[in-house]
């Protein structure tokens, strides 16, 4: 157990809904991650969070957008679905803002399928 | 645009054998990171290399660093069943971590 948990483990839901996917990192982690995972598109990066405060954005579109509460949860809400959409969303967290020197710690993934 | 590159991206092999996962990266990075995804499940942290001639082993499994090649290898030595997953390298830049397409490996008994 990573210490990062996730809900919810599976999602099924009809294309132009809106969905939130919601990650607890590990106690005393002040970075969350989001990645999403594709067959066709690997592991991608889309963005990063810490103590609060958006740090980096990678590969996210605009219907998706995220944030992080002051209690360090945080949420990607992703929205007008599309096909697309449907993937393995990972959250993961680390201690440092850029985890400069130190892993990740993964969730067990959201499933979403959209239909 | 930052690439990390694994190859093979599939690999079978039978238990006993020795065998060797590439990861190349066009960053100028010093730290790469090895992760591994059973199917179904989440990524676990298997090394952290933190400089050039980094080498790391865990059981079976041996990492190291080449930065000025841009090169870091996963040697598996005399496969066993259970390490049959998905490994992953992942370089870090810029507070965004990269990583590679995945090697699947999958030990034959």
């Known amino acids: 157990d990573s210490g990062v948990t996730q809900t919810p483990k599976h999602l099924i839901t009809a294309t132009g809904q809106r969905v939130t996917l919601r990650c607890s990192p590990r106690s005393g982690d002040l970075s969350v991650y989001w990645y999403q995972q594709s067959l066709d598109q690997g592991l991608q990066f889309l963005i990063q969070y810490y103590n609060g405060e958006e740090r980096a954005k990678g590969n996210i579109l605009e219907r998706f957008s995220a944030q992080q509460f002051p209690d360090l949860h945080s949420e990607l809400n992703l929205s007008s679905l599309e096909l697309g959409d449907s993937a393995l969303y990972f959250c993961?967290?680390?201690?440092?803002?850029?985890?400069?020197?130190?892993?990740?710690?993964f969730g067990s993934g959201t499933q979403l399928s959209v239909l | 645009e930052l690439k990390v590159e694994q190859n093979p991206l599939f690999l079978s092999m039978q238990e006993g054998k020795n065998y060797t996962i590439y990861c190349n990266y066009s960053t100028t990075s010093d730290r790469l990171y090895w992760y591994r995804q059973d199917p179904g499940k989440s990524l676990e942290s298997l090394f952290v290399?933190?400089?050039?001639?980094a080498v790391k082993q865990e059981g079976r499994l041996m990492a190291s660093l080449d930065t000025k090649a841009r090169l870091s290898t996963l040697h598996i030595t005399a496969a066993v069943h259970d390490l049959s997953a998905t490994y992953f390298c992942?370089?870090?830049?810029?507070?965004?971590?990269?990583f590679g397409t995945g090697t699947s490996l999958t030990v034959i008994p």
């Open positions: 992942a370089v870090d830049e810029e507070s965004q971590f990269y």
């Open positions: 290399l933190l400089s050039n001639g």
């Open positions: 993961a967290s680390s201690v440092a803002p850029s985890g400069v020197r130190e892993k990740l710690f």
